[in-house]
């Protein structure tokens, strides 16, 4: 790690925390005192009590961002801070507005619930659905947009089971899976598609552990056709436990995930190309052949038991094997690629202090994020951690150039609450590669390339460069302008360091500019 660089950006940060002394750390937009059910719920509820056992809103939400040096548009992340490009394969600029419409309809009895959800995803003006080569016309998922504006279905459940009465349930169906940070399992509704599985899930919960076993299969967002899991030859599974009586100050969870590919997965909705997943974008298809297993722990302080003081720290182990290819790879590539030996870890510390007696609630967090790389690309074992299906917009900076691997996070934030219905927040992330001797990763966990090793033409595999990727400053804030509305902006900025500069050093590199404005509507 470059300590000198280290040194620099604290006085920065610094600066900027004294401006703001009342900001808080993990920022999460701001939670009503009682949540808003929507305009619907209410008149329904209103007219008929019976009516308090039914869910049935809609939820709309509209974002327009705009990517300026890093925009993962058409070119994909290999022209992220490439300082000219002429227009086609070096382009790195990107303004969009996304649109998202989830529809929902759910029912809760004594032992028994259900919910049914629909969502219909556009994307406007977003260059990564332009086709700018003729020959990436024949290439499945080439720079899809976020978009699957069918009214498909995202969630659709049944719950039998009430652990007030009995302490085991069973829920059946398309479903979110979100545990823990979602660092590695979350329903990542920050995209404009988000992620869902069709699974089974049994829950065990009684005043001693608790236990969740679920199985199934990723559903792929397939814009223009129903979307469906390819659950035979891409197969999730998981055990997740908790255990509320061993420590009375601090929450402890352990888990241990699952994920088996085969062979197969490289035939599954092949087009008239022959390529599959041909509606699916980039780096949501031909997963890798695989039998990769992930462990962790984790222990996290429970609300107040430390005073103003709260910590959490997540250790994660990685083993199994899985093949060569990245998720971009093309049917024959996933089909012949070896398979290497997975021996990866991971790891997250963090910790806080919240001055609780302040109206503002201001609180300041320190996080460091550990993903092991690879030492040796020639050899058969990877070191390379596997980011599976996490929420990565959550955890490190929000212009998402990262995913858990092969990399060492430094994020100082702060954040407050102005106001009940407000929230703020200014981060600062120190990003580095854990081994030069691997791959960067973007958001998606695809590889960045298009240079030589070490020649300074584009990013590559490159042992004599600097790990030092750069510095991200994030400022956020949220406004619950009603109690259905909510509006969040966000401003950032990515200053290059010298692993950047060196990989662009023949074409030129410059820093990054990311800003968005959301609007949330729960009808």
């Excluded at 559903?219 to 009586?245: C, E, K, L, M, Q």
């Excluded at 791959?439 to 390339?449: E, L, P």
């Excluded at 400053?473 to 406004?479: G, K, M, Y």
């Excluded at 950032?492 to 060196?502: E, M, T, V, W």
Aim: charge should be neutral; proline fraction near 5%.
């Amino acid at each position: 790690m470059n300590h000198n660089h280290t040194f620099r950006f604290v006085p920065v940060l610094l600066a900027l925390f004294t401006a703001t002394a009342s900001l808080r750390a993990q920022y999460a937009p701001p939670v009503l005192a009682a949540p808003f059910p929507g305009y619907i719920n209410n008149y329904l509820r209103n007219s008929d009590p019976y009516m308090n056992a039914w869910d049935i809103g809609i939820n709309v939400r509209g974002r327009f961002e705009d990517k300026d040096g890093a925009g993962f548009d058409y070119t994909g992340s290999n022209a992220d801070f490439r300082l000219t490009g002429n227009g086609l394969t070096n382009d790195n600029n990107n303004k969009y507005y996304l649109t998202r419409i989830m529809p929902r309809v759910g029912y809760t009895a004594k032992w028994l619930s259900f919910l049914v959800e629909g969502r219909s995803s556009a994307s406007y003006g977003d260059n990564r659905g332009d086709i700018l080569v003729p020959a990436d016309a024949t290439k499945p998922g080439r720079a899809l947009p976020e978009e699957d504006s069918d009214l498909n279905l995202h969630q659709a459940y049944l719950i039998i089971g009430n652990h007030k009465e009995f302490p085991l349930s069973l829920k059946i169906g398309r479903q979110e899976l979100v545990y823990g940070d979602q660092r590695l399992l979350g329903n990542f509704r920050w995209n404009n598609d988000a992620r869902t599985f069709d699974a089974a899930k049994l829950r065990w919960q009684n005043k001693f552990f608790g236990l969740d076993v679920f199985t199934g299969g990723l559903v792929y967002n397939d814009d223009h056709n129903f979307n469906r899991s390819h659950i035979n030859d891409d197969h999730f599974s998981g055990a997740y436990f908790n255990f509320p009586t061993i420590s009375r100050n601090n929450i402890i969870e352990s888990y241990l995930y699952s994920r088996n590919v085969t062979v197969g997965s490289a035939t599954v909705d092949v087009d008239p190309n022959k390529n599959p997943y041909a509606g699916v974008a980039a780096p949501f298809r031909n997963p890798a052949k695989q039998d990769l297993y992930t462990a962790g722990l984790r222990i996290k302080s429970r609300p107040n038991a430390y005073g103003p003081w709260d910590y959490c720290m997540e250790l994660m182990h990685q083993f199994g094997n899985r093949a060569t290819t990245g998720p971009t790879a093309l049917s024959a590539a996933v089909a012949s690629a070896p398979r290497l030996r997975q021996d990866a870890n991971a790891a997250v510390i963090q910790g806080g202090y919240t001055w609780t007696e302040s109206t503002w609630q201001p609180r300041i967090g320190l996080v460091y994020s550990y993903a092991s790389g690879d030492k040796n690309p020639n050899d058969t074992t990877s070191q390379t951690f596997q980011n599976m299906f996490a929420t990565t917009h959550l955890h490190y900076g929000y212009m998402d150039l990262n995913s858990l691997q092969n990399l060492d996070d430094i994020r100082l934030a702060c954040t407050c609450k102005p106001t009940t219905t407000t929230s703020v927040a200014l981060e600062g992330h120190l990003q580095y590669l854990d081994k030069n001797s691997d791959s960067w990763y973007n958001v998606a966990g695809v590889a960045r390339t298009g240079g030589a090793a070490n020649a300074g033409n584009g990013y590559a595999i490159s042992p004599s460069f600097s790990r030092d990727l750069g510095k991200e400053v994030d400022f956020v804030a949220s406004w619950n302008i009603l109690p259905s509305t909510q509006i969040e902006v966000d401003v950032s900025h990515y200053y290059r360091g010298d692993y950047i500069k060196q990989s662009l050093r023949i074409p030129g590199s410059k820093d990054a500019s990311y800003c968005y404005v959301q609007l949330t509507l729960n009808l």
